[in-house]
């Protein structure tokens, strides 16, 4: 199922730490905090053009919304109230070590109904080094609390944080795994100007993993997390011109989640190739219609792969009745397998 948000930016309120890779004034193009006047108008705007209030979600993101000051939360939720009625609920994202028992009640009652936590990382050495100011602990304590007060839950992780290496980013990944949330979003770091992380890799402290690795292991966190029963709701920052303009490292891609799909795909029919032990030089590959680019890869990088690794041609063709992700082979150009 696929939910849209209507979303709603609190930059950096009720944070009280800044962490090292974080600026919200320029992840969401946001200066000021709203108040009760700014969420009106955003869902009356958003209200005249939704189609599915059904599958809409008011979306209180940039912050740590649970340590906004109260009076301030209060007036945002009351403000969203009259629009979360007639939409699925409000979602809001926060800090692991900001969940408490008192806190849901009040969320519950205002129609909360997700609820995401920055996780980041489930290693704590990484979390302290980048001035997380919670611990992997906390995560597993609020995820609990979360469940079983009967909200849906999201993780948002980031691989490739300094002093994170790819074995314990694969230790995060499996322990996001065993808290089983609903959902996840994977952030790959993106190093901004201002950031203490921006100073770490100026100063040659940090040097983040080369980009190709990054797209593999985030490939097979995604894995992973599908095999789980995790829905996988973002994969990298969304492309906006602010990030655009202040990242001077690390792994933004306007379509990262794209590059990793096709790595996917790339690993599937290898292991196909593999398994049939097909040595033909053209092999047709068979895929949802809706994945065909995906197989293929960005600017052909699929093909040219088996091309320049086994000199292998590939055809590749959609096919109504394959599953997404799915993949079929056969030896030789199938020009007329039944699609
Ligand atoms: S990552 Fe979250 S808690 Fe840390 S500064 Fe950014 S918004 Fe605040």
Not at 32 to 37: C, F
Not at 146 to 170: C, H, N, T
Not at 244 to 271: D, K, N, T, V
Not at 275 to 284: F, H, P, Q
């Amino acid at each position: 199922m696929k939910y849209s948000n209507i979303a709603i930016f609190v930059p950096h309120a009720g944070c009280p730490y800044r962490c090292s890779f974080c600026d919200q004034h320029t992840i969401t193009g946001m200066q000021t905090i709203p108040r009760a006047a700014d969420v009106t108008r955003i869902c009356e705007e958003a209200f005249s053009r939704i189609r599915d209030p059904g599958q809409t979600e008011i979306a209180f993101f940039g912050g740590s919304f649970t340590a906004v000051p109260r009076g301030l939360m209060t007036e945002l939720l009351d403000a969203a109230q009259p629009y979360a009625e007639r939409c699925r609920g409000i979602r809001i994202s926060t800090r692991p070590d900001c969940i408490d028992g008192e806190i849901l009640s009040v969320l519950r009652r205002s129609r909360v109904t997700s609820i995401e936590l920055g996780a980041q990382s489930l290693d704590d050495a990484v979390l302290a080094a980048n001035d997380r100011g919670h611990t992997a602990a906390d995560v597993i304590r609020a995820s609990d609390m979360i469940r079983q007060a009967g909200f849906e839950l999201g993780l948002q992780v980031m691989p490739g944080l300094y002093k994170a290496d790819p074995a314990s980013d694969r230790r995060t990944a499996e322990a996001v795994c065993g808290i089983r949330p609903d959902t996840v979003r994977i952030y790959p770091v993106v190093i901004l100007q201002g950031t203490r992380l921006g100073e770490l890799y100026c100063s040659g402290e940090y040097q983040p993993a080369p980009f190709p690795e990054m797209v593999q292991l985030v490939a097979e966190w995604m894995e992973l997390y599908r095999a789980n029963g995790i829905r996988i709701i973002k994969v990298g920052l969304h492309a906006s011109e602010f990030v655009q303009e202040q990242a001077i490292g690390g792994y933004y891609h306007p379509a990262f989640r794209e590059l990793c799909e096709s790595y996917g795909y790339r690993c599937r029919i290898g292991a196909e190739l593999d398994r049939l032990g097909i040595a033909d030089r053209e092999i047709t590959v068979r895929v949802h219609p809706g994945c065909v680019s995906k197989a293929v890869g960005q600017k052909k990088a699929n093909i040219r792969y088996f091309q320049e690794n086994f000199g292998v041609t590939l055809h590749v063709c959609g096919d109504a009745h394959m599953l997404p992700m799915q993949v079929e082979i056969a030896a030789g150009e199938q020009k007329n397998w039944q699609t």
